[in-house]
């Protein structure tokens, strides 16, 4: 073989390391990138020469909104009248206006039919054909977002308001042109729903709506006490428990996302939207954040985790 032959091969053999040693950075490297709270100023300089100004790099939420609740001042905010799909944020609707027509200690008999509603694949609590108290299906439905105790609920919601009613689907298409006419009459005028657990492609709400939901809910320090805990145990009404844990990671010990400071509120995810709800506690101030339409699970995280550092590392806190 000639010395030139040779030499190619070397040449080829080192170039054919180098592309390796790239590719396999890549895979591990370029999704750490993409994460909204790495490069930050590096990327926003790349905007900024292709558009020929400074822009922010966005989040990876579809909407998102930061409000202190002290004085609901908004700190950050995207595309916030911009209607997405609640998904399971949808129960906190549901919530806000069952418990304005009935008392939180009713106690709430759960039928086959109306825990049959819920759609294969769905998240659910476990909820049997016994009765609950109706602050029982209200923490399946927070903490583990269980569709199943929507339905009870909105099954129950629809006898109180037409006992003539004679059909578990005639009772849950009643609650919910109530709940829709109460949305209008509240204000949530960019809300309208059409499944009581949120399992609906065609519903919609805004980061705004859902605002000023949870700030009603907030009020209540039942509600709080539920959202608040990792996991949670009913007392039914026959004196058997219930436990579920919290899909909120962020109150999760043992996830990397924990933080000890949120205190709430909730998750949300259909079909390739994840929404998160979070109430960030610090120095006596609360701040509401309120994040749709993520493209995954970790991203809507990191998104959220991303905002509670620069409430921390700014000086707000302090004044």
């Not at 939901?213 to 907030?218: A, F, S, T």
């Not at 436990?243 to 995810?269: H, M």
Request: some cysteine; hydrophobic content about 40%.
């Amino acid at each position: 073989m000639s010395r030139r032959c040779k030499k190619r091969r070397f040449h080829f053999g080192i170039f054919f390391i180098f592309l390796t040693f790239v590719v396999i950075a890549g895979v591990f490297f370029i999704p750490w990138v993409m994460k909204p709270e790495n490069f930050r100023s590096e990327k926003n300089a790349i905007y900024s020469f292709l558009y020929g100004e400074f822009q922010q790099d966005s989040y990876n939420a579809k909407s998102l909104l930061l409000v202190d609740r002290s004085n609901n001042d908004i700190f950050i905010s995207k595309k916030e009248n911009e209607q997405q799909l609640p998904a399971s944020l949808a129960k906190l609707f549901v919530i806000e206006y069952t418990a304005t027509i009935a008392d939180l200690d009713s106690i709430v008999p759960a039928s086959y039919e109306a825990i049959s509603l819920t759609k294969a694949g769905s998240s659910v609590a476990g909820i049997e054909a016994k009765d609950y108290f109706l602050h029982n299906l209200f923490a399946a439905m927070l903490v583990p977002s269980g569709n199943d105790a929507a339905y009870v609920v909105a099954d129950y919601c629809g006898g109180i308001l037409s006992p003539q009613a004679a059909t578990v689907q005639e009772r849950i298409n009643i609650f919910m042109d109530s709940l829709n006419t109460h949305l209008q009459e509240k204000g949530y005028t960019n809300t309208v729903l059409y499944d009581p657990s949120g399992y609906d492609m065609d519903a919609l709400t805004t980061v705004l709506d859902l605002n000023s939901v949870v700030n009603q809910l907030l009020e209540f320090q039942w509600f709080r006490d539920i959202i608040s805990q990792s996991s949670y145990t009913a007392t039914l009404p026959d004196g058997s428990t219930q436990s579920w844990k919290n899909t909120n990671t962020f109150l999760d010990p043992t996830s990397d996302y924990y933080n000890e400071n949120v205190i709430g509120v909730k998750t949300g995810s259909l079909s390739d939207d994840y929404n998160l709800v979070v109430l960030y506690q610090k120095y006596g101030k609360e701040f509401l954040i309120c994040s749709l339409g993520s493209q995954s699970d970790s991203s809507r995280y990191d998104d959220v985790s991303n905002i509670i550092k620069t409430i921390d590392e700014s000086d707000y806190l302090t004044k």
